[in-house]
């Protein structure tokens, strides 16, 4: 059996391996290697596949956010290796993209100029570029690369129209005070989507889906606070976080635990209850060895695994 299988097959083993790549992680972060296997969505894609996951994301924001079209200056947090989405929004009106990201998810150079010519030969595409097409050429994009969401809301005197973000916020070591960051970083009538994956992101592939939430919360912050690893931080707190923030939103499920498609995002309350009582049943399944702060949790709040989150800042 090889050391990999091996150190599968123990739970402690596997949460030993995630503490000791996490000090990894924190000492290439201290070194300032920012580099991240994390968001590189396209390495695997072929190029039709790539412009339809580009696509994709930019017609779920406009549809999650009702709107049509973007303007003005808009952040997408965490774009990953490609700024496809920020060409579409440029595209479709807007006049400023700032991407930031804390890390530098590796790009294979090829598939990338293949995407961004791609890209470049839609019309009134050409002109988004200055030079060339590829991630150097955007006109109006501005790469924070190196710098968490939670820093540059933090310290921006900047004021944007939107705040975009995909698969994003369950890497931030601190959503929730970002977010009051970014509501104050938002224009007056700004709009914020979030599509939040809740799931354990392989840590624990051959395991129950909610083993992650088993593990103790000061081992879980060894193995993962450097190393961008989901933060637990469950869909309670976000609905929470909307409530007090004040403004007008929605907080729609897109993925349940133990269903393996996502979901057009609906209310809790428009849920279909077959579906949700399956996910109710794979809750129930490992609810006895949950860890404490999960314990307290009713079962649509851990049956919740993908959710999206959408908030206006009031116009006046
Ligand atoms: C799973 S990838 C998602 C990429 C892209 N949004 C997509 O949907 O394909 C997560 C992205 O968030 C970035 N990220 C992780 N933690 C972050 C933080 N604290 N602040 C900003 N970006 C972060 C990662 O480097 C990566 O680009």
Redesign the pocket.
């Known amino acids: 059996m090889s050391l990999k299988s091996l150190v599968r097959r123990s739970l402690w083993l596997t949460c030993l391996y995630y503490v000791i790549d996490d000090r990894r992680a924190a000492r290439r972060l201290a070194r300032g290697q920012l580099e991240?296997r994390?968001?590189r969505?396209h390495d695997a894609l072929a190029l039709d596949q790539s412009l339809g996951y580009i696509d994709r994301?930019y017609d779920d924001y406009c549809r999650y956010g009702g709107v049509t079209r973007f303007e003005g200056r808009v952040v997408e947090?965490?774009?990953?290796d490609n700024f496809g989405v920020a060409l579409r929004l440029l595209a479709g009106g807007a006049r400023e993209i700032h991407a930031?990201?804390?890390?530098i998810?590796k790009r294979d150079a090829a598939a990338q100029q293949r995407i961004y010519e791609a890209l470049a030969s839609r019309p009134g595409f050409a002109a988004l570029f200055d030079g060339p097409p590829g991630e150097q050429t955007i006109r109006g994009l501005r790469y924070h690369q190196g710098t968490?969401?939670?820093t540059f809301f933090h310290d921006t005197p900047e004021h944007y129209d939107a705040i975009v973000?995909?698969?994003?916020l369950e890497?931030?070591?601190d959503p929730l005070a970002a977010l009051d960051d970014m509501v104050r970083a938002l224009k007056p009538g700004g709009l914020m989507i979030h599509r939040i994956d809740l799931r354990d992101h392989g840590m624990f592939a051959e395991r129950h889906k909610l083993t992650f939430l088993t593990i103790p919360s000061w081992l879980y912050r060894m193995m993962t606070r450097a190393s961008?690893r989901p933060n637990r931080v469950l869909m309670p707190a976000y609905r929470d976080w909307l409530k007090r923030s004040g403004l007008d939103g929605s907080l729609r499920i897109s993925r349940l635990v133990g269903l393996a498609d996502e979901i057009e995002p609906v209310s809790l309350e428009a849920l279909d209850p077959a579906m949700k009582a399956r996910a109710h049943d794979a809750v129930r399944a490992i609810r006895p060895i949950l860890a404490a702060p999960f314990r307290p949790l009713d079962d649509d709040s851990l049956a919740a695994s993908g959710i999206v989150l959408v908030a206006r800042k009031p116009d006046h």
């Open positions: 991240t994390s968001g969505r994301v947090i965490g774009p990953g930031v990201d804390r890390y998810p968490p969401a939670e973000s995909r698969a994003v890497h931030l070591y961008g």
